[in-house]
């Protein structure tokens, strides 16, 4: 019988298999790159299409913004032409029915911000905001300091965006 001697398999690679190793590996990493670039785009994507999703619902709740400003005169004017009217004209027969039409079309145009989501910033008794109200004055008053005692020009919001900002008089100790 013939002796058979075991050498020990050795682990050594060839050139070319080592080539093929490294190509695999370089190949799994490009692979790997390219697949974090597709998920970084899909999220860039993703957070585009939110903005823009956003932008428009801004823009539609936000559009009559501009006009909104400018109508608030109109609705301050009609609000001192009733305080201007005396109480003894309001009685005069004569002018019942003009008032009368001043006061519905105040009532109208208040309606009309409602529907768009305008409304007036509550101030009257309140401390001062100031991302709500201008503080214009300052007057002796028995209120805590710093209370709003009297709206000179009411302030108005269109949902949660102020248009303009309440003018007021706020209180300080009497002297």
Do not use: C, W
Not at 2 to 22: D, I
Not at 33 to 62: F, G, H, M, P, S
């Amino acid at each position: 019988m013939t002796e058979e001697t075991t050498q020990p398999a050795e682990a050594t690679e060839t050139p070319v298999e080592n080539t093929f190793a490294e190509q695999i590996a370089a190949l799994q990493n490009d692979l790997e790159a390219a697949r974090n670039e597709v998920l970084y785009a899909k999220a860039d994507t993703q957070n585009v299409r939110r903005r823009l999703e956003k932008d428009i619902t801004d823009a539609r709740a936000y559009a009559a913004t501009s006009f909104a400003r400018d109508v608030l005169s109109v609705a301050d004017n009609l609000s001192r032409a009733l305080e201007a009217i005396p109480a003894e004209l309001r009685e005069d027969e004569r002018l019942k029915a003009m008032i009368t039409g001043i006061e519905a079309t105040g009532r109208e145009l208040d309606k009309v911000f409602g529907l768009h989501g305008i409304q007036k910033v509550a101030a009257q008794g309140l401390p001062l905001d100031p991302n709500q109200h201008q503080a214009m004055i300052e007057v002796p008053h028995e209120a805590e300091p710093g209370t709003v005692v009297q709206v000179l020009q009411h302030g108005y919001q269109i949902k949660d965006r102020l248009l303009r900002p309440a003018l007021v008089a706020v209180s300080k100790k009497p002297e």
